[in-house]
């Protein structure tokens, strides 16, 4: 969050701010309150005032944490998570993309498959689960399924937006020199709509990673959501709780990395 | 023969909303010699930037003709390049990158891209920024960007549209004695537009003055100040009467314009 926020910002605001203290501060705020949380969250089943069967300790989640990375087969199951995540998401690339250009170059292709589009991209895709369960079975494939439709709409709207909002000015000044479509296609849509395709990308990440665990918690046999429901109906919140933080840190992980290279990308439009 | 001849000229447009026609320039005739450096000035709306984009071949024509070098023009050509008004430099493109833009779009093969490049960068005097983004460059520079990438393609004719329309009054002033230097060294037929009365008689042979509704020529004023040319001309006699004259023509279209609105 804190990159974008400093990037919105105008020129002057940053200058005159002074924000060199402000990231040092913020982040000793932030270190405070989470050991904090970590004192209160350790003490709280002992004085009594939380029933610590629901809320575990961090020093159990911690030795749960080790355990789960050395006994539980957790490279099994982040395996299989894993393929399922990145068949879908590769899959939703090799698809949204394309589509997304075609979509943000003809007007007549967006006027045909912009409404259903956007209906699509607003309804949960979730909710097709249950189908993608009775089509596909209740191996990877519907779980990938989910992960494919989650992933796809935001790139393919945030392409096409790249695309179709392209400035007319640059396109006009190519055209003044002669550049043919195949020219302003690839020196002027492409390099111009980057930023669009990768901000539609991180959006894709966090609902990829919905995909994976809800697909895998509605219905598996192996997979984190699957080790999830798993230690949720066995009452082991400490092990549920290491579950719970790898998928939050793989997803923040991944996130972050696509903002890095946004941020990089989009340096010039700074200004 | 002269380089540009423009006949009878005529540009229509339909307005999006009501389908309603109507014309951003009519009437128009006029020749430029080649080598002639040519302003075009008038106030906003008077269909100079329109008349420029049309002889750039970015506009379509609804009447008469345009000749470069005799031949009718059907459309952008490496004959002709176009400095335009700020933010046309590709932001992800340093000013190197830029200033190669109009050279890899011609396929040119005069030798070395970089090289060509990086002359141009030099002689618009921005040699050591040739790795800066146009973000990180002000707008004065940014418009010297702008003239490099024209040029370096070796184009017969000039256009500039308001190329210096958005920078302040000094910055403007030396890039007009900029220009000038420039323009000195093989002095390229240029159409200049602006609607800044000083910066047009400073850099023309010949100012053209335009009025609306639709656009027309009103009048064609040689210039005959001696070049090489600097800031001292602009207090010369000569170059007070100049003023004077565009001023009056100006005036008399601003208050056309408000009659309207008043009537309006």
Known sequence: ?271 | MAQIEIRDLGIDYRKPKSNEVFSAVDNVALSVEKGEFVTIVGSSGCGKSTLLMAVAGLVSLTRGSIQIDGKQISGPGPDRAVVFQEASLLPWRSVRGNVKFGLEMQRWNGGDLNERAMQMIRLVGLGRFSDYHPHQLSGGMRQRVNIARALAVDPQVLLMDEPFGALDAQTREIMGTELLRIWERDKKTALFVTHDIDEAIFLADKIVVMGRNPGHIKEVIKVDLPRPRNEAILDSEDFHELRKRLRAHLAEDMSSMQLVQEVA
């Open chain 1, 1 to 271: 969050m804190r990159s974008a926020e400093m990037t919105a910002e105008p020129a002057e605001a940053r200058q005159l701010s002074f924000s060199f203290l402000r990231p040092s501060r913020s982040a000793a705020i932030g270190t405070v309150a989470v050991i904090a949380f970590l004192v209160l969250w350790q003490i709280a089943p002992g004085m009594g005032w939380v029933n610590g069967r629901f809320t575990s300790r961090p020093t159990e989640v911690f030795l749960a944490a080790i355990d789960v990375f050395k006994n539980d087969n957790f490279l099994f199951h982040a395996r299989i998570s894993l393929t399922e995540f990145f068949a879908g998401f590769i899959l939703a690339i090799v698809v949204s993309i394309p589509l997304g250009v075609l979509l943000g170059t003809s007007k007549i292709a967006r006027y045909l498959i912009d409404p259903p589009l956007m209906a699509l991209y607003i309804a949960p895709t979730l909710v097709l689960l249950p189908i993608m369960v009775i089509w596909l079975g209740i191996d990877m494939a519907p779980k990938i399924a989910v992960v494919f439709l989650g992933a796809v709409f935001p790139i393919v709207l945030n392409t096409m937006a790249g695309m179709s909002e392209a400035d007319p000015r640059f396109l006009r000044m190519a055209r003044s020199f002669g550049a043919s479509k195949f020219d302003i296609f690839t020196r002027v849509l492409v390099p111009g709509s980057l930023p669009a395709l990768l901000t539609g990308l991180r959006l894709a990440v966090g609902r990829a990673v919905l995909g994976v665990i809800v697909g895998e918690l509605f219905v598996s046999q192996a997979g984190i959501g699957y080790q999830l429901n798993l230690y949720g109906s066995a009452m082991r919140i400490d092990r549920l709780l290491v579950y719970a933080l790898i998928v939050s840190a793989f997803g923040y992980t991944l996130t972050v990395l696509v903002r890095s290279v946004e941020n990089k990308v989009r340096d010039w439009r700074s200004k």
